[in-house]
């Protein structure tokens, strides 16, 4: 149990209560014509705060690679984010980049410290970036908009990604801590601390309850009260947790390093069902819920489909690259990349081949999609942008 005090109404660790610094000075990323989110753009890690993934419309086939971005640093596993005209790619080099979405420029570019690893989150034309192992590390609110930042929150390193849940801030630091901050000044609402020996090794998941899903290095899944931090119910599967769950309807889906794939009730963590790969060393990557189906990868270079309902596997595709980040259900199709520097989509009915590409290093983060097009990360450092053919050509004959 966490040693709590009373914070703002709250329960919050003791000695905790002074880390947030407000900021005001100007930076090279400012973006005036960001412009407001819409229903198509791609905010927060997995789409969504459930991390589901999917998306209801797929893409015209063929498509063809329209620009390649050099970001100078490797990624994350999480996918670039897309909002307005630009897309926000964050490296494990420190930095965030803003690129037009129509020609592959550069429109901006801020360091926030050694490494961002876990993906930022969007909101308001303010983008939340978690900062790990760096001299700088915690989470720093910036707003695009003015170029200003707004606030830091000076914490432990932060490894994982950032939830936005209404006017909330929240994420995990390397000591185990769940911290959520006010999205506008950066106060501390709550924390709840876990054992410090078992690492949170993933993006805060918001599950149907409302529960917070965490889970960590040593098989402990935890489901935390989104408004006060308190413990609802903790699962222990015995197996390491390293790939972001997903939540569908009152589902939790979890897969681990061992081969194993769980569905587990979100308002108390009972096991509804579980699946074993035939080799228990694979590790699993995270998932994408959709269309009553599950869709997740493996380090054998399978994608698998099951059933949501009850874990029967329907199909796999057998690849000869490692699949280590989630999969992208988009209507009826799935986009993924492999470590042997391929972009693939399947068919999600029946796993059939539809389209391949090759890129320039392994691709070891998610898809994204937006406004038709899939945007792909790969080592060591690009950002693709691939579109339908014909909408390449009209580029082509507008130039």
Not at 213 to 221: K, L, P, T, Y
Not at 306 to 329: F, K, R
Request: proline share 5%.
């Amino acid at each position: 149990m966490a040693e709590l005090t009373k914070h703002h109404g709250r329960e919050v660790p003791v000695g905790l209560l002074a880390m947030t610094v407000l900021l005001s000075g100007c930076s090279s990323l400012q973006i005036t014509d960001a412009g407001r989110s819409t229903a198509n753009d791609w905010l927060t890690e997995g789409g969504n705060e459930a991390r589901t993934n999917s998306v209801s419309r797929g893409l015209t086939f063929p498509l063809v690679e329209e620009w390649k971005y050099n970001a100078g640093g490797g990624f994350g596993p999480g996918g670039a984010l897309v909002a307005g005209g630009y897309v926000y790619a964050h490296t494990r080099k420190g930095e965030l980049h803003a690129i037009d979405l129509e020609n592959g420029k550069k429109k901006g570019l801020e360091s926030f410290g050694e490494s961002v690893n876990g993906t930022p989150a969007l909101s308001n034309n303010v983008i939340f970036v978690p900062s790990a192992w760096g001299s700088r590390h915690g989470v720093v609110a910036h707003d695009l908009t003015s170029g200003r930042q707004l606030w830091k929150m000076e914490c432990p390193p932060v490894d994982e990604g950032i939830l936005l849940l209404d006017d909330m801030v929240i994420f995990s630091d390397a000591e185990s801590t769940l911290h959520s901050v006010n999205a506008r000044t950066g106060a501390i609402i709550w924390q709840r601390s876990f054992d410090p020996t078992r690492a949170i090794s993933t993006t805060p998941v918001l599950a149907d309850g409302p529960a917070l899903i965490v889970a960590d290095d040593q098989g402990g899944i935890h489901a935390v009260s989104p408004q006060g931090g308190d413990l609802l119910w903790t699962k222990d599967i015995g197996e390491p947790i390293y790939a972001t769950p997903a939540a569908a309807a009152t589902s939790v889906i979890v897969g681990s390093t061992r081969g194993s794939l769980y569905a587990l009730a979100a308002v108390d963590g009972t096991t509804q069902w579980h699946h074993e790969t035939s080799d228990s060393s694979v590790k699993l990557a995270s998932p994408a819920v959709g269309r009553g189906r599950v869709f997740i990868g493996g380090s054998d270079g399978m994608l698998r489909a099951l059933s949501l309902h009850d874990g029967t596997l329907e199909w796999t595709w057998h690849g000869d690259g490692a699949i280590t980040a989630a999969p992208l259900l988009a209507g009826n199709q799935v986009f993924f990349g492999t470590m042997r520097r391929s972009v693939y989509a399947l068919d999600a009915n029946s796993g059939h081949e539809i389209w391949m590409a090759e890129v320039e290093g392994r691709v070891k983060s998610a898809p994204t999609i937006r406004g038709g097009s899939l945007f792909i990360l790969s080592e060591p450092r690009h950002v693709y942008k691939f579109s339908p053919q014909e909408e390449e050509d009209n580029v082509a004959s507008r130039e």
